[in-house]
């Protein structure tokens, strides 16, 4: 099953084609420099294309070299980063840019399996890079790939299993060419973002339709099989606002765990006993006057927001490494996650009735 061997060999130069004649102009495709390229490819981790141009074009223009992006501290990157999400990327991100800056002159390796030894370089990154910066005949498999070489090959079976992408994998690396890999790589990206996604794909502007075994067969809505996905949990917080001269109370998170390096209100996972036990004497908490819900990938979050107030002098809340009073203007500076900026948004319209201005 799948596509014969005489058409399997036909499939680089067809996709390569197409690809250089059907390609979206993307910034990061203009430009070799294997820092932007990297940089790309972790944003577009689970991200989409529209939502990554932006922010790929405010972080290079902030830290346009990783010596650059290695000498800034890290609440400074997760500002930058702050709205893109999944924010163990920017901290492994600045991570690996010190490794890259002390280890290796600031340079990233060329290879595959050099960069492999560098913090988040998996074994799609590494392959991303090292194809479309240094031209190293190396394969990839994201979720685009798996989903076409599904259907070219008529593979079965949850495409996140060890077995299938083991295959894929197999295969990824027996099509890629020695001349243009990078393109390859990217056309067969390209290919699943644009021609053969998820639902309803355009199989008449295929470029390989012809070496499609799922379309031969009439298969095509039914591969790749359904993913086995994992439960969703239920993360339900409670979060403290406490106002001072128009000013709120935001604590620095420690860099490791979910919202790791984040600015946020004073939250535990838990209900009010929680949060009273975690904000210690002297703290009067209120009842609960605002309910936030946000949807991740793998969690359902529900914020409780109480009115809090503190005693005259606030020295410490664990397990917040920094706490600092913040404004309405300073609070946009500070990296912090799209679920607590949709609480801070309870926040100001109590600040600002609390002590309107005179007018003059």
């Known amino acids: 099953m799948g596509a014969p061997a005489r058409k399997r060999a036909a499939l680089p130069e067809l996709l390569l084609t197409w690809y250089r004649r059907a390609r979206r102009d993307l910034p990061w495709r203009r430009t070799r420099d294997p820092y932007a390229i990297w940089l790309s490819e972790v944003m577009l981790q689970q991200t989409q294309v529209v939502t990554v141009i932006p922010y790929w074009h405010k972080f290079l223009a902030r830290f346009p070299t990783v010596e650059a992006l290695a000498a800034a501290e890290l609440p400074e990157v997760l500002s930058m980063w702050s709205g893109l999400g999944y924010y163990s990327r920017a901290r492994t991100l600045h991570r690996a840019a010190n490794v890259i800056a002390n280890a290796h002159a600031g340079k990233l390796p060329k290879t595959a399996e050099a960069l492999r030894e ?73 290919l699943g973002a644009t021609v053969c996604t998820p639902r309803n794909p355009t199989c008449l502007l295929c470029p390989v339709r012809e070496a499609c075994g799922a379309l031969r067969s009439g298969r095509v809505d039914q591969l790749p099989s359904p993913k086995v996905r994992a439960l969703r949990k239920k993360l339900h917080r409670t979060s403290a606002i406490v106002l001072r001269d128009e000013k709120v109370l935001l604590g620095r998170r420690p860099d490791s765990g979910l919202f790791g390096g984040l600015w946020e209100l004073p939250s535990v996972d838990g209900a009010r006993d929680a949060l009273a036990a975690a904000l210690g004497r002297g703290f009067t908490l209120g009842e609960v006057e605002a309910k936030v819900e946000r949807t991740l990938t793998h969690r359902d979050l529900t914020f409780d927001l109480l009115r809090v107030r503190a005693p005259a002098k606030v020295k410490a809340i664990a397990p917040y490494v920094e706490l600092r009073w913040v404004g309405r203007d300073d609070a946009r500076e500070l990296g912090m996650a799209t679920a607590m900026t949709a609480c801070l948004e309870h926040v100001w319209p109590r600040a600002v009735a609390k002590r309107p201005k005179a007018r003059r």
Do not use: C, H
């Open 118 to 190: 560098l913090p988040g370089f998996g074994p799609y990154t590494a392959g991303a890079v090292a194809s479309i910066a240094f031209g190293q005949q190396t394969p990839i498999v994201d979720g685009n790939v798996v989903r076409v070489f599904a259907r070219l090959f008529e593979i079965e079976g949850d495409p996140g299993s060890r077995e299938v992408q083991k295959q894929i994998w197999a295969l990824a690396g027996e099509l890629v060419p020695e001349d243009s890999p990078g393109d390859f790589n990217q056309a067969l990206m390209e």
